[in-house]
């Protein structure tokens, strides 16, 4: 094991003494300063692992050096030393980021065992750290998550068509990422440099649309007090993505053509004729050819934007992706509502690997976000998923009729039986897997089975 560099900063002769001999006794490198000018000249010259930090010191206090310290030395942990008086300094300093404080007088063991559970955490951050990177090295391609072999030749194609112009359609379901996939083809291209413009078709009315896509000028349109650039203008040199473009009415449609044929435009209220260098790159969840049949599409433009077509595949056909992508959001949202989750039970695995996410990508991270709200463990549980995620379970006596005209303890053992048989379907025989998605004791599950004769076995592949 490497020596560790700990770095005491008080301005008490007699703390700087007695806890540096203790810290050197226990092998570890000490440094001393007695205030905050003393530290930084440290930190600059020295490799430091961990700062001792007093609250009173002659210059600034150390609740004051905190956000210094974590900005500059975010990987340094920080152990904020106390008297009484500072408690609350100290609550407060644990909030800015620092791992412990320690209330003076405090022994000798006290202190070891703070700094060994410091360091400790220190490494594990720095571990996952490296863990993450090797996971987004190996697995993902500008944040497009997967190892199943749909993803990778979707990665493949993704950089063969960056490096050329070509315009591209991209197809796929609501939720499958094929705005990531756009910029995953931008930023990878020789066109990276320049301006990435998304604009959504639908969510706008056409006369909105039309000036937000080629501009106006003064006095064009009640309102229009100045010119303006429209999104083509702005993204010359660079890519314009247009989502749902199935959605664009067919005004539009010949403006767009115009531009893919001459690179020509005219704001609103102009009579100039401007010229742009773009890059488009279009994407839709219906089916065009269905619109051009409806005459709700043109058929020439569809040709000029499905240069080369990319289809993004649903995420139930490829299962092999989704705790791996589940693992990145618990990940991102841990981090973000400032929570230590580590993972998943192997309930939640089962449920994440059997639905069908018929929103997708979208919609898996939305039910990490919202698990990750709700727990307050180190492991996301079955209790803790959203329940429509449980719909599939039962969905066979959906539309069953409430047989009324039962006893109310017979209805119920009906549909506890009911549930059981639905449920064991589910986990293809697994009690243990059932007995986590019940939230049940295993032995008691097994008692269930026996009172309504049901055997395992019969649900088991």
């Not at 210094?68 to 609350?88: R, V």
């Not at 010949?254 to 102009?270: D, H, M, N, Q």
């Not at 990490?368 to 996301?380: F, K, M, P």
């Not at 209805?411 to 007995?435: M, P, S």
Request: charged share 30%; net charge positive.
């Amino acid at each position: 094991m490497n020596m560790k560099n700990i770095l005491i900063v008080d301005d008490d002769p007699f703390i700087l003494e007695s806890v540096g001999e203790i810290l050197i006794e226990n092998r570890y490198k000490v440094y001393k300063s007695s205030n905050g000018e003393e530290m930084f000249k440290v930190l600059e010259k020295n490799s430091i692992d961990l700062i001792l930090l007093d609250v009173k010191l002659p210059d600034r206090t150390g609740i004051e050096y905190l956000p210094e310290l974590k900005h500059f030395y975010p990987d340094i942990s920080i152990i904020i030393i106390t008297g009484n008086a500072e408690i609350n300094d100290a609550v407060k300093a644990i909030k800015m980021g620092a791992y412990d404080y320690l209330k003076k007088p405090f022994k000798g063991k006290e202190l070891l065992l703070s700094i060994e559970k410091a360091l400790k955490w220190n490494e594990l951050l720095f571990r996952n750290e490296n863990l993450q990177e090797q996971v987004e090295k190996d697995f993902s391609f500008q944040g497009i998550i997967g190892k199943s072999s749909k993803m990778k030749e979707l990665v493949k194609m993704i950089k063969q068509v960056s490096k050329t112009d070509s315009n591209i359609l991209i197809t796929g379901e609501s939720g499958t990422g094929k705005e990531l996939v756009a910029k995953a083809i931008h930023f990878s291209g020789k066109r990276k440099n320049n301006p990435f413009v998304p604009i959504n078709c639908a969510s706008l009315p056409e006369t909105l649309l039309e000036s937000e896509l080629f501009g106006y000028v003064k006095g064009a349109f009640t309102g229009a007090y100045n010119n303006k650039n429209g999104l083509f203008k702005v993204a010359d040199s660079g890519t314009i993505f247009l989502d749902e473009i199935g959605d664009m009415p067919l005004s539009l449609q010949a403006k767009i053509l115009r531009v893919i044929e001459s690179g020509e435009f005219t704001p609103l209220g102009s009579t100039v004729v401007l010229k742009t260098d773009v890059r488009i790159i279009s994407a839709t969840n219906i089916n065009l050819r269905d619109r051009i049949v409806e005459n709700r599409f043109r058929e020439d433009l569809y040709y000029r934007l499905n240069v080369v077509n990319i289809n993004i595949p649903p995420l139930r056909e490829r299962r092999e992706d989704i705790l791996l992508i589940a693992q990145h959001f618990l990940e991102k949202y841990s981090i973000k509502m400032n929570k230590k989750i580590k993972g998943f039970s192997e309930g939640v695995k089962e449920i994440f690997l059997r639905y069908d996410w018929p929103g997708n990508v979208r919609e898996l991270e939305n039910a990490v976000e919202s698990s990750c709200a709700l727990t307050t463990d180190e492991i996301i549980d079955v209790k803790n998923l959203p329940s429509h995620l449980f719909g599939n379970i039962m969905r066979s006596n959906r539309n069953e009729f409430i047989p009324i005209n039962r006893p109310l303890k017979e209805t119920i053992d009906y549909y506890e039986r009911e549930y059981l048989v639905q449920l064991l379907k589910f986990c293809n025989g697994n009690v243990t897997k059932a007995a986590q998605i019940a939230q049940i004791a295993r032995q008691n599950l097994h008692s269930k089975l026996k009172i309504y004769n049901i055997n395992v076995k019969d649900f088991r592949k």
